[in-house]
């Protein structure tokens, strides 16, 4: 279980900024996901545990990257065709025992090894056959087509460092350094809850004033692609006794608990309490729009993190602290979401020293940059904000005020999700 000392966040603002969140983050809390070795098909999505050095060349050895045929560079003409002699056959996987000499071009296929002597291979759309010899036009560069041993990844070299997150191009690489199991941190074991008198699960029949908890299917899917191994804590109801109760219970057995809902001022909202009675209350407000109330805790020992009950909000605030978090007690490189620059098409005003977030719509132009449409209600409990838009423009601090025109920056859900 991750141990948290109880001033390692204090911070006497009254709004805390995100960006000193996330680096409190990050200094302080360590690693505490032990290592396991799995098959390197099981890979995906993990965190690898230790740095991976290449044991051998990749490729293994000088070979050709298209169909054509090698040939000796000082061989050719610079301004007019070239008669070569054909000798040879080499395909991929077969090695050629011959060396080329001059005069001489060997046909050779894609990933075969080059013959000695050979330093270009002329793709076969360059050239022509004619009899026993190619004919072949200028205009070639000297290595051209050709793939030197220990061009992608040289012997000794790292190939991927410790903290790397696990994906498509890193298993191929892996397999191509012939490592068939590959040593990553365990899984984050994450308890998820949902708080609040008011929702229900999905299926059963509302009662007046009750709702359906969208909150922990969301999360619980964040908290998956995430990396963690997700425990479903259910509803629990807005009852101290009963929330801390079961709050207690999953921190002797996990690493984590998220919740959402219950962390603001309300009378209802018991979770900052819960945690004040049982273990420690680092931080609950963020300087940030949707998303204030998020608290960062622990109970026994346990990092505790409160996101808000409103799902925009809930899902901002997790993708700004709870995932940082996340990467930091599990050893993973920070993920950092790419922005690229767009052009407002509305108004807006905002607070100076908040971070906010807007929910738009992307529309690209005819040659122009593309411009930002907000959506038109801005509710932070409002799903449909979320799946019929494209992403969030970004409002630094230090803006108050943004018109059409202005740039701005733009992250898609992709880059969040």
Not at 144 to 172: F, H, K, V
Not at 259 to 283: I, K, P, Q, W, Y
Request: hydrophobic residues 40%; negative net charge.
């Amino acid at each position: 279980m991750a141990q948290l000392s109880d001033d390692c966040f204090a911070f006497g603002g009254a709004l805390l900024p995100i960006e000193a969140a996330r680096t409190l983050i990050l200094e302080r809390v360590g690693i505490v996901a032990g290592v396991e070795t799995i098959p390197l098909a099981q890979a995906d999505g993990r965190t690898l545990a230790e740095p991976v050095t290449a044991p051998f060349n990749v490729p293994g050895f000088t070979n050709s990257a298209v169909d054509g045929y090698a040939v000796r560079f000082d061989d050719l003409s610079t301004d007019a065709e070239t008669r070569l002699s054909r000798v040879g056959r080499i395909a991929a996987g077969h090695a050629s025992t011959d060396r080329l000499i001059a005069g001489e071009a060997a046909r050779i296929f894609t990933g075969a090894v080059m013959p000695d002597g050979a330093d270009t291979v002329i793709m076969q759309e360059d050239c022509h056959e004619d009899g026993d010899a190619v004919l072949i036009r200028p205009g070639i560069k000297r290595g051209a087509n050709r793939r030197l041993a220990g061009e992608d990844i040289a012997i000794g070299s790292e190939a991927l460092a410790a903290g790397r997150r696990l994906g498509p191009p890193e298993l191929g690489l892996l397999a191509a350094l012939g490592q068939s199991t590959v040593p990553v941190r365990q899984r984050l074991s994450v308890a998820l809850f949902s708080t609040g008198d008011e929702l229900r699960e999905p299926g059963t029949t509302l009662a007046p004033g009750q709702i359906y908890d969208a909150n922990r299917f969301m999360l619980a899917s964040l908290l998956t692609r995430a990396g963690a191994q997700v425990t479903d804590g259910g509803i629990l109801p807005d009852r101290p006794h009963d929330l801390a109760e079961a709050l207690v219970a999953a921190a002797a057995r996990h690493d984590l608990i998220v919740t959402s809902g219950g962390v603001s001022t309300g009378e209802e909202d018991h979770v900052r309490s819960v945690m004040n009675a049982h273990g420690s209350l680092f931080f609950w407000r963020l300087a940030i729009k949707p998303g204030r109330p998020v608290a960062l805790g622990q109970i026994g020992g346990t990092p505790l993190i409160g996101l808000p009950g409103n799902p925009v909000a809930a899902l901002i605030t997790f993708v700004a602290v709870a995932r940082p978090l996340i990467e930091a007690m599990t050893g993973t490189q920070p993920r950092i979401p790419r922005r690229s620059q767009a052009i407002s098409g509305f108004a807006y005003k905002k607070k100076l020293d908040r971070r906010e977030y807007v929910r738009v719509s992307l529309e690209v132009g005819d040659g122009g940059p593309p411009r930002l449409r907000r959506f038109p209600k801005d509710g932070a409990g409002l799903l449909t904000s979320l799946t019929e838009t494209d992403g969030l423009a970004e409002l630094p601090e230090t803006l108050t005020r943004l018109e059409p025109g202005m740039a701005v920056d733009f992250i898609p859900y992709g880059e969040l999700l």
